[in-house]
């Protein structure tokens, strides 16, 4: 899982948007505009470290603020890079941040994840919106021209970047830029456009803190809980595959795939969470291409699936009930695995065992049997 920082940049002046104080700093609906949008990337699985670019003018609104507060410079730029060095002195720094904009409250989980999940293939990675309207161009309140909107885009944030790459830009840039993109595009880094969201909208009127607060209000959390039984017979074999790690053994386990009915068990708990059917639906047993296929396939294409329909995958607890292999010594090898399959943080994660005290078809060794859960949140 590859460390992650976010920076929220709180050092504008936010004059536009009224109410005397910074807009940042302002109420929204029960709580502070920087409240809302730390909270959306504290609750990312994925955020490992946030740092805030405050205003030197305002030391007195960061109290009780518990992530590390760094003062900005004289340009949205210099703020930007104080955040990006303040970084650069963890030890390890984080190899992939994202750059958001602390007037932008409703930024969804689902958004950031689709940000770190471009970065995966991508250099910088940032969201935005195909303009629908029609653009005129307009002076004295007239209209003077047209503007053809094709290929243009409305930019958003949160903008995710290598952490490396984007720091060298920033260290290399001079002069103003609009936002992060544009130092990295100055720096020839290739910038992958991601769907952006109408509710990320960027609090810069008065009239915007109404509607924020409608799509805060209105928004539920959904939490869903799945659970998944599985079970495989012994066969012959000198190994077992369980949660991805093989164990040598006397006996194999006997299966259309690899027989890893841990893995099964923690796949389907995540397509029950979605009320999306089973592995068996998904990769038919009848289909010859699954046959000894990795479940590893499964698993992914369960945690995709989860992720494309807009939840976050915040823990699996996967019990082996078995009476051999022992499982213990190989359990935090087995949390490893299912945490770098499900890019989550291994403390996500739960693999442990248990014996049925020798009654049963486990009790009599001729098979293993896997329960699992999955929690699934959706803001
Ligand atoms: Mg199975």
Redesign the pocket.
């Given at each position: 899982m590859p460390r992650t920082a976010a920076i929220i940049v709180a050092a504008g002046r936010g004059i536009r948007a009224g109410g005397g104080l910074p807009k940042q700093w302002r109420p929204l609906a029960g709580q502070r505009v920087i409240d809302w949008t730390l909270a959306a990337f504290k609750t990312h699985p994925s955020v490992d470290n946030i740092v805030i670019v405050h205003h030197s003018g305002d030391l007195a609104h960061i109290g009780g603020l518990d992530v590390v507060c760094v003062q900005g410079g004289d340009s949205r730029n210099a703020s930007v890079r104080n955040g990006l060095e303040a970084l650069a002195t963890l030890n390890p720094p984080p190899e992939r941040v994202l750059i958001h904009d602390a007037a932008r409250p409703a930024t969804s989980q689902a958004l950031i994840s689709a940000v770190l999940t471009m970065l995966d293939h991508s250099d910088a990675a940032a969201p935005a919106l195909a303009v629908t309207d029609a653009l005129w161009r307009g002076a004295d309140g007239h209209v003077t021209g047209t503007q053809d909107r094709d290929g243009l885009y409305r930019a958003q944030t949160p903008q995710g970047f290598r952490f490396d790459a984007i720091l060298k830009a920033h260290r290399n840039t001079d002069g103003p830029a609009a936002d992060d993109v544009e130092v990295a595009r100055k720096a020839g880094l290739a910038v992958s456009i991601i769907s952006g969201d109408e509710d990320n909208l960027k609090i810069t009127r008065p009239e915007d803190f109404a509607r924020a607060e409608r799509i805060l209000k209105g928004r539920d959390m959904d939490i869903r809980v799945g659970n998944g039984f599985?079970v495989?017979r012994f066969g012959d074999g000198a190994h077992v595959t369980l949660c991805g790690i093989d164990i040598p053994h006397e006996r194999g386990l006997q299966?259309h795939s690899d027989?890893d009915?841990g893995m099964?068990a923690v796949t389907d708990a995540i397509y029950g969470a979605l009320g999306d059917g089973d592995?068996g639906q998904h990769f038919p047993p009848s289909d010859p291409q699954w046959k000894g296929a990795a479940s590893e396939i499964f698993l992914r294409h369960a945690c995709d699936l989860a992720r494309t329909r807009g939840f976050t995958i915040t823990h699996a607890d996967c019990t082996l009930i078995c009476e051999h292999p022992k499982i213990g010594p190989h359990a935090p090898a087995m949390k490893a695995k299912m945490a770098e399959i499900m890019m989550l943080d291994p403390d996500r994660i739960s693999v442990k065992a248990t014996t049925s005290e020798r009654l049963g078809f486990t009790g009599r060794g001729e098979g293993i049997a896997s329960i699992a859960t999955a929690t699934l949140v959706r803001v």
């Open positions: 599985d495989h299966g027989a009915v099964h592995i």
